[in-house]
């Protein structure tokens, strides 16, 4: 009886181990939408600032990493963090590139953010880095590398598999899709490739659209339209 006991209090402690807190679960949904974190990332998605001291955040990343929801490792003298256990460390620069542009969407306008993985698992043609839902339009993502930009026929192709998704993303969505195209990549050449997109892209210079004030990032006007090649924000 009381070996019974004793495994029945034992399961229930597993089981309270696993089960995860309300405030853990907000910490690994952002974690899901993160391609990779540092604990400050974590802590501006949640407070609007990169913060190396936040206690909350302090605790709760390495209670995920003890129950296997999150896995970590050191990169540049500092933790990393991701819900993928096979994440490549060569794709580390990318993904946090993609997490900061995701942060600061976040604070520039109240939206549903919509994670890579969404799109990976109903396989569409083209995977954005993440995507962002507002009443007017959803936002497709794209992050393009210098190595990238510089091979001209893959980002053309880009292009053409985003034209030929965008009545599937505006069916799964109901909104009108529009593609973001943010390059490294001098401003001059962003806009001689911005020649070759249409009214459904806009496209911007990765010192530009990090360069702007965080709260301003959709109402800068540092956004090529594919329409006219004009500038404009987000917002018009």
Same mark, same amino acid.
């Given at each position: 009886?009381?070996?019974?006991?004793?495994?029945?209090?034992?399961?229930?402690?597993?089981?309270?181990?696993?089960?995860?807190?309300?405030?853990?679960?907000?910490?690994?949904?952002?974690?899901?939408?993160?391609?990779?974190?540092?604990?400050?990332?974590f802590t501006a998605w949640f407070t609007g600032v990169w913060d190396p001291r936040n206690k909350q955040t302090e605790t709760t990343l390495p209670q995920l990493v003890e129950m296997n929801k999150l896995y970590s490792r050191w990169y540049h003298g500092q933790l990393i963090y991701t819900t993928s256990k096979r994440a490549s460390e060569l794709h580390v620069p990318h993904g946090m590139t993609c997490t900061i542009a995701a942060i600061r969407f976040k604070h520039a306008i109240e939206c549903e953010f919509i994670p890579e993985r969404f799109f990976r698992g109903r396989r569409f043609e083209i995977v954005p880095e993440f995507a962002f839902m507002t009443d007017k339009a959803g936002i497709a993502f794209e992050y393009s590398t210098k190595n990238n930009f510089k091979r001209p026929s893959l980002m053309r192709r880009k292009l053409q598999k985003y034209r030929e998704t965008l009545a599937r993303f505006e069916e799964t969505f109901d909104v009108r899709p529009v593609v973001l195209f943010v390059i490294d990549a001098p401003?001059?050449?962003?806009?001689?490739?911005?020649?070759?997109?249409?009214?459904?892209?806009?496209?911007?210079?990765?010192?530009?659209?990090? #360069?702007?004030?965080?709260?301003?990032? &959709?109402? /800068?006007?540092?956004?090529?339209?594919? #329409?006219?090649?004009?500038?404009?924000? &987000?917002? /018009?």
């Open positions: 009886m009381e070996i019974y006991q004793f495994l029945i209090t034992l399961l229930l402690w597993i089981m309270a181990k696993k089960q995860l807190t309300l405030l853990q679960q907000k910490y690994l949904d952002v974690a899901k939408l993160f391609h990779w974190g540092r604990q400050i990332d401003i001059y050449e962003v806009k001689r490739f911005a020649k070759y997109g249409d009214a459904n892209f806009y496209f911007t210079d990765a010192r530009s659209f990090f #360069g702007v004030d965080m709260k301003a990032q &959709l109402t /800068s006007s540092i956004y090529i339209w594919g #329409g006219d090649g004009d500038t404009y924000s &987000l917002r /018009s």
